[in-house]
């Protein structure tokens, strides 16, 4: 494989043996790690701004983009060895990393992208880092019924996995056949939704360290595909219509205190249009927080903060993030 350089970079050839803490410090001043016998570089000081949906965030100690099983498991095995936190990056459109950024490695899912349509079982296997719109279109185009909820989440299958993404009365739970995920030791284990603990846009998954490599779904074949993609198109229609979609955000902040909205109660304190910095809660849909241009992660951390406490005081509910906030934060 071919590596590009350039006088400020350096390249490591990693062997995953232990190091010295002097080596460690020499490791960390390095720009491009090279792991043997994959395609996987390695690299330090990573923005992740233009990799989240809220276009804000520090830069990674470490980053990689694995494209295939093998060098994932590569990418697990070097950051044991040298000690470090893993976080695991989807499409980033659920996410608020900090301005100071993140430790550690920062592995992203971003080039895992395969699908697999099994005509006869009516079950299509995704690759974690597979967008679910695009997955919803593919399956509308066959006249497969299932995923036309999915059309209008900025996700990817891997995050929707986690986070048990939904929308119009349906979520990644009711068609999951299983998923695989690989553990920190290397190991690959394949889980049912019943083992995932699934409940509203949450799973046992949210908080750990395994990471989702890819997700079989049970969908309806055999259907007219101009209707499906009519449903489709109409499904998302109503998402642009009802949602913010023209500046950065990452989709809705809270989740829903049942049997209430999240952004009616926001609506109802009044807070529609409010802004800290950059960072304002949307006119359209007040469970957005958009960044209208130079916020910063901070900017949107305070006006979580604001509307959290503006909604106890005037509702008596707090209401709980649904985006993952990841980092230091004042």
Avoid at 64 to 74: H, T
Avoid at 84 to 105: E, K, Y
Wanted: aromatic share 6%; glycine share 8%.
């Amino acid at each position: 494989m071919h590596i590009s350089q350039n006088t400020n970079s350096t390249i490591h050839k990693s062997s995953f043996l232990s190091v010295t803490k002097e080596e460690k410090n020499d490791l960390s001043k390095s720009q491009l790690i090279y792991l043997p016998d994959t395609d996987c570089q390695i690299k330090s000081q990573v923005p992740l701004a233009t990799l989240t949906s809220f276009r804000v965030g520090g830069p990674a100690q470490w980053y990689v983009a694995p494209r295939n099983l093998e060098a994932l498991k590569a990418c697990f095995e070097w950051a044991n060895t040298q000690g470090l936190a893993i976080t695991l990056l989807g499409a980033g459109s659920n996410l608020l990393v900090s301005d100071r950024g993140l430790p550690g490695l920062v592995i992203s899912t971003r080039h895992l992208r395969h699908t697999e349509f099994k005509p006869d079982t009516g079950q299509v296997i995704a690759a974690a880092g597979e967008p679910l719109p695009r997955l919803a279109w593919q399956a509308a185009e066959r006249g497969w019924q299932g995923l036309e909820w999915a059309v209008g989440i900025p996700g990817s299958v891997g995050g929707a996995v986690v986070m048990n993404a939904g929308a119009h009365k349906s979520c990644t739970a009711d068609m999951l056949v299983n998923t695989q995920v690989l553990a920190p030791s290397g190991i690959l284990e394949t889980l049912t939704p019943q083992q995932l603990s699934y409940s509203y846009r949450t799973s046992s998954l949210q908080g750990s360290q395994c990471l989702v490599t890819q997700a079989i779904f049970q969908l309806q074949p055999g259907s007219d595909p101009e209707q499906v993609m009519a449903t489709t198109s109409q499904h998302l229609e109503q998402r642009r219509t009802t949602q913010p979609y023209h500046l950065p955000s990452c989709g809705s902040v809270f989740r829903n205190p049942k049997p209430y909205t999240a952004g009616l109660l926001i609506e109802q304190t009044g807070l529609k249009g409010y802004q800290i910095g950059g960072a304002q809660v949307a006119e359209r849909h007040a469970n957005f927080i958009l960044n209208c241009g130079g916020a910063t992660a901070s900017d949107i951390f305070q006006l979580i903060n604001y509307i959290q406490q503006q909604v106890q005081q005037h509702r008596g509910i707090w209401l709980k993030p649904e985006v993952r906030i990841l980092g230091e934060f004042e």
